[in-house]
């Protein structure tokens, strides 16, 4: 109980974490947390603090899940930054505690793990609520995320045509050249997502840059970024002709500006489609605003410490 916490470098979280392990734990927990009379996940509304000179968020996710005993919190520091600044814009630390006697046991880097969680409840929703029939992917933002969803698409799904943009053409074509497939690099938002099936915006963009009007009906977006009440990834007439999905409607209420600004109503959070109490209308354009959720953190952090004990 008076042991020091063992501390995990990122290059010794990200070997362990992999999309086949921590997919069926996510879809396991969402559907716990949408549960209205389970009490196994306690995960209130992350509460974020301004860094007011310096235009950043620090954000706190604690997370209890009671049928694994797993306490957790993680604190992710987020910043709208240029991009010729060469930064990370989310950086993450997570701790895990003895929920018997709330010592803490592990500090652990919680930059792969924030990748990889987010990537894989996109690619959840997708799973759910894109056309039967999708063959082109389009990835609007190319920073880390953009990353760890290209991973995971490319390898749950086939698809004939992976396309991207970013705000800088040279930043998109870095992505091209560092990804292992072939990618079609746009510069035009509006021409890369023109047909697309499925479409994932993973920008830091405080502004829509995707538009309605230019979706193809039926076709599914995952919108990862805008995760403050002002800020915005999507306009009005896509959050007014889409069916809404979010991971935690609470969540949802509190931090995405796409749904409070455009006045949008939730149709189902994606625990309750993984419970069957809410439908999947993968025939309809459909978005699931993604803002992320403590117990998403906890999954992936019991799982590399479980994986690193085991190894030790
Ligand atoms: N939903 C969730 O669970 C999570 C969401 N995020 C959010 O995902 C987004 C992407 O995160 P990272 O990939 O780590 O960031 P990053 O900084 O690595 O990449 C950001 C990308 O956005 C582009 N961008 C920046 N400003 C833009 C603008 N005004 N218009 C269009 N594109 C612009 C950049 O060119 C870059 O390609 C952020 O908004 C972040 O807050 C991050 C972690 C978890
Ligand atoms: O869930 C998360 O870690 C974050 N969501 C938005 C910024 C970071």
Redesign the pocket.
């Known amino acids: 109980m008076t042991e020091q916490p063992v501390f995990l470098s990122n290059d010794v979280v990200a070997r362990p974490l992999s999309y086949d392990d921590l997919i069926p734990r996510l879809e396991e927990v969402l559907g716990k947390f949408s549960r209205s009379d389970s009490s196994d996940v306690v995960q209130p509304v ?1 509460s974020v603090i301004p860094i007011k000179n310096h235009s950043g ?1 620090l ?1 706190m ?1 604690p997370a209890y899940i009671a049928h694994e005993d797993t306490l957790c919190m ?1 604190m ?1 520091a ?1 910043y709208r930054r240029e991009e010729n600044l060469n930064l990370p814009s ?1 950086q ?1 630390t997570v701790l895990l505690f003895n929920p018997e006697y709330g010592n803490v046991t592990v500090v652990m880097d ?1 930059t792969d793990i ?1 990748h990889k ?2 990537a894989a409840v996109s690619a959840i929703s997708a799973k759910l609520l894109m056309p039967a029939q999708s063959d082109v992917l389009c990835i609007l933002g190319c920073g880390h995320q953009a990353f760890s969803h290209y991973e995971i698409f490319t390898q749950l799904f086939s698809f004939k045509e992976v396309r991207v943009w970013s705000r800088r053409l040279e930043t998109a074509e870095r992505f091209a050249a560092g990804v292992p497939g072939p990618v079609k690099v746009f510069s035009s938002a509006k021409e890369a997502v023109h047909g697309a099936d499925i479409i994932v915006t993973v920008t830091t963009s405080s502004e829509p840059v995707l538009f309605g009007e230019w979706v193809k009906p039926g076709a599914h977006v995952a919108a ?2 805008a ?1 403050r009440p002002d800020w915005r990834e999507l306009d009005d007439v896509l959050m007014r002709d889409a069916v809404i999905y979010v991971d935690s409607r609470d969540g949802a209420a509190v ?1 995405s500006g796409d749904i409070i600004l455009s006045g949008a109503d939730v149709f189902a959070e994606l625990g309750e489609v993984l419970n069957g109490t809410r439908p999947a209308l993968r025939n309809k354009t459909t978005v699931f605003k ?5 117990i ?2 906890a999954v992936a952090a019991k799982l590399v410490f479980d994986k690193w004990k085991s190894s030790q």
């Open positions: 992350r968020f954000g996710m993680k992710v987020f989310t993450a919680g924030t969680r987010t990862v970024g995760c931090e993604s803002l992320g959720m403590g998403q953190d």
